[in-house]
């Protein structure tokens, strides 16, 4: 998507999160009151036995996420007890490669994780994910979502995955583990950030909690580095258009400056061989200052051990550089189903009722922060917590941003950029090395 689209979709995204949870279902949600006719699309073929496969990135039993979807398929098997869901839960890199093995055989399980833009556009292209406007246009399901948002999923006309969200990026930090290091403010700007790292380090404190075995999360906390010293959204797309190559002075500045955090001593030792769900529990058990994430964890946060001590604030300037109101964008991972599935009905209509249901389980899972759904309802009043309150306002502020590395650039390019940023975290490398990196890749595997 182009830059301008970006920016009115941003705005367009802050003006949806007023959470509208009764638009989200009319009273049909949930339980035995379900009308298994409607959510199904009249129902499944009387007596058969179909196994539907469901493949998922919600492996840890702790979280909302994880609650959420067990719950809408224990349901969903009550109601129909010729379907049997199931299930396949991976982290996320471990999907990723399965996904990939699964499409070079045309194996694609029936419902499967995609992600957005940029990195689904090969499975679409070889013919492997069904589209699904009968299933956004029934019941009205595609007014539900941001508007925009199914955007990111469809080409030529069609919607081919229905997404669990959209987030962006921000700082978690524990403020009881600032207040122990004496650390009386947030930083507002990357020099800060750096004195914040080199204070709670000299404390015996890990400053920043990640999970680098699984590359994109350093790549994500990257590009909030490089989204500032390009003095805002478009770097990529420049680079796409011909306006920029890597070797520009923004993208060098940006590795210099994320070099700069490594040798703060920053991250815990072994990042790389820790992944993204050990990374994340070093922030949730306390053993970690700062978490940079999407705010999908907000759920995750607020049901651990630390959800009292946590807060949010936005991404400093770099330099003097950059809006804090402009963000890493993440439009989630998304559920498409197999263009192959034996059981493409029943597929589709599993599908309806989880993407018709999930709003309202999320909210009560009090996980409803970054859905992808428009969700009404009072977060303070429905027990939410000061962090889920005060991320709901960060929302309403947002002036644009940029989608991931890998949501933008096509596989190949996005591979060299994920190792050459992972890395970093072991070896010192000159930034202009580092560009032009980036730039032989991107000439050899042009957009």
Request: net charge negative.
């Amino acid at each position: 998507m182009r830059t301008g689209k970006m920016k009115a979709f941003a705005l367009t995204m802050a003006g949806a999160m007023i959470f509208m949870l009764a638009a989200c279902g009319g009273g049909q949600e949930g339980g035995g009151t379900t009308d298994n006719s409607s959510s199904s699309g009249g129902g499944e073929k009387s007596g058969e036995q179909v196994t539907i496969t469901f493949q998922n990135i919600y492996p840890d039993p702790t979280t909302p996420a994880h609650k959420m979807m067990n719950q809408l398929v224990e349901q969903y098997e009550k109601d129909h007890p010729n379907i049997k869901i199931e299930l396949d839960s991976l982290n996320t890199d471990q999907q990723k490669l399965k996904l990939k093995t699964q499409a070079a055989s045309k194996e694609v399980p029936d419902i499967t994780i995609v992600n957005p833009a940029a990195q689904m556009k090969p499975f679409v292209d070889a013919g492997l994910l069904a589209p699904l406007n009968d299933v956004v246009d029934r019941d009205n399901l595609k007014d539900k979502f941001q508007d925009g948002l199914l955007n990111y999923y469809s080409f030529d006309s069609n919607v081919y995955a229905l997404p669990d969200g959209n987030n962006i990026e921000v700082v978690y930090y524990n403020k009881a583990l600032f207040e122990q290091a004496g650390i009386k403010e947030t930083p507002k700007t990357f020099d800060e950030l750096l004195e914040v790292v080199k204070t709670l380090k000299a404390k015996g404190i890990t400053p920043i909690a990640i999970g680098e075995k699984d590359s994109w999360t350093g790549s994500l906390l990257f590009m909030n580095i490089l989204l500032r010293t390009n003095g805002g959204p478009g770097f990529l797309q420049d680079v796409i258009d011909g306006k920029k190559t890597f070797n520009d002075p923004a993208f060098t500045e940006a590795v210099a400056a994320f070099q700069e955090l490594v040798k703060a001593g920053a991250f815990p030792d072994g990042a790389t061989s820790i992944d993204y769900n050990a990374g994340g529990n070093i922030f949730k058990t306390g053993k970690a200052a700062m978490y940079i994430m999407g705010t999908w964890e907000t759920g995750a946060i607020d049901s651990s051990s630390v959800a009292d001590q946590v807060a949010a604030f936005q991404f400093p300037t770099v330099n003097g550089k950059g809006d804090v109101n402009e963000y890493i964008i993440a439009p989630g991972s998304a559920f498409a189903i197999s263009a192959n599935s034996e059981h493409l009905e029943e597929t589709k209509n599993f599908l309806h009722y989880f993407m018709t249901e999930m709003p309202k389980v999320k909210f009560e899972l009090k996980d409803a922060v970054g859905s992808g759904h428009k969700i009404e309802g009072d977060f303070k009043a429905a027990g939410y917590s000061e962090l889920a309150v005060g991320l709901n306002e960060l929302f309403k502020n947002i002036k644009g941003g940029d989608l991931a590395f890998d949501n933008t650039m096509n596989p190949a390019v996005a591979q060299a950029h994920l190792s050459s940023i992972q890395n970093l975290f072991v070896t010192d490398a000159d930034p202009a090395q580092v560009a032009q990196e980036h730039q032989a890749a991107f000439e050899a595997n042009p957009q």
